[in-house]
């Protein structure tokens, strides 16, 4: 299972990637916002100094809706450098935009995905990552994670070679069912990675070997 961080943030990406762990990043406009990033030449110039960080799979998502201008973008964002993957919104325009910037070689990830029937159209589309946001699922009374089960299923019957990027992560169950059910992605905030390390009798485990070390040592 592939790990992305859902952030803009520069030390958070860094710290994710230090961890040895990272395999690519997230973004949408709400989280370049969230960190300050205005203006078109300053959210180009961010996404670089994001690729100059992590090794691949840096998400940047288009702000036009109508398929001429997201295609334009698509591929303005491509130039940015190799590791950029152009997220598209579901949208009628977007899976055709999908399809265009897929035919050119330039990876997508479809975002924006609430159901399984967006999930096929964007696969058969071309799109190289489909994103189901399955907090905001569970947000409105809905099993966010059933949805990622279903189009793992899916996928599998077809054998579609789009890669299954669960989005929208709250906490570790999310992540660790994911990983269960198969989903290829998680892109969570690095709250939710750092968590992963997280056990009480590690930690109460490691404070009675150092304790006894102690004894005999001193
Ligand atoms: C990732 O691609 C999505 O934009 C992100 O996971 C959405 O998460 P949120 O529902 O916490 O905003």
Redesign the pocket.
Known sequence: MKF?I?TANLAEIQEAYDLGVLDGV???P??MAKEGITGQANILAHYKAICDIVDDNV?A?VIATDYETMVVEGRALAQIDSKIVV?IPMIKDGVKAIKTLSSEGIRT?C??IFNAGQAILAAKAGASYI?P?L??LD?ISMDGLELIDQIVTIFDNYDFETEI?A????HNIHLIKCAEMGAHIA???LKVILGLLKHPLTDKGLEIFLADYAKGNS
């Open positions: 992305f859902d997230t973004t949408n709400s989280l998400s998502e997220k990830n975002t924006l994103s946001f907090g905001r947000d990027l989005a929208s992560i709250r892109t969570c905030p």
